[in-house]
């Protein structure tokens, strides 16, 4: 598959929307019958086109409302301090996205915790473990107005 048709385009619209449609329900969106629709759903997981499905959760019913983005400053840029970093953060539960960013910051960080008290504590008793760390700044969350964990396929090249 070196290129998507629209077809393809629509079912991965479809699934962005709702993972949990089954293969007969996308099958009559696309106008396809159930076979062709399974064979290209899994032609577009073995291409890596989709790399998975997940249940997105509630952080408010969960007590983990508070959302920080917090911006981090290496010490040095050495690849060293570099792994060290990315490696010390891949183990705490609380940061749930990690960006190599460019501009007066080395990454950005986006974390999920219950209230400003506990991410003090965070501060200080996890990222204050992270030897490669310099500095950090915190953008505190007070409203979310979009979230959407879809990728804008309208001007995607088709074949």
């Known amino acids: 598959m070196e290129k998507l048709d629209q077809t393809d385009l629509k079912l991965l619209k479809l699934l962005q929307e709702d993972s949990n449609l089954t293969t007969k329900e996308l099958?009559?969106?696309?106008?396809?019958?159930?076979?062709?629709?399974?064979?290209?759903?899994?032609?577009?997981e073995r291409e890596g086109f989709i790399k998975?499905?997940?249940?997105?959760?509630?952080?408010?019913?969960?007590?983990?409302g508070f959302i920080v983005f917090c911006n981090i400053r290496l010490k040095q840029h050495s690849k060293e301090n570099g792994h060290q970093f990315m490696e010390a953060i891949m183990g705490i539960d609380e940061i749930t996205e990690c960006y190599n960013i460019s501009g007066d910051y080395d990454f950005m960080l986006k974390i999920y915790v219950p209230n400003m008290k506990y991410?003090?504590?965070?501060?200080?008793?996890?990222?204050?473990?992270v030897d490669s760390?310099?500095?950090?700044?915190?953008?505190?969350?007070?409203?979310?107005?979009?979230?959407?964990?879809?990728?804008?396929?309208?001007?995607v090249p088709v074949k």
């Open 27 to 44: 099958a009559q969106r696309v106008n396809l019958s159930p076979t062709p629709v399974f064979e290209r759903v899994k032609q577009l």
């Open 52 to 64: 998975k499905y997940v249940a997105i959760l509630d952080p408010e019913k969960l007590s983990k």
């Open 119 to 129: 991410y003090q504590d965070f501060v200080l008793n996890k990222l204050g473990t």
């Open 133 to 155: 760390i310099g500095s950090l700044q915190s953008i505190f969350v007070m409203g979310q107005i979009k979230q959407t964990h879809s990728i804008p396929l309208g001007d």
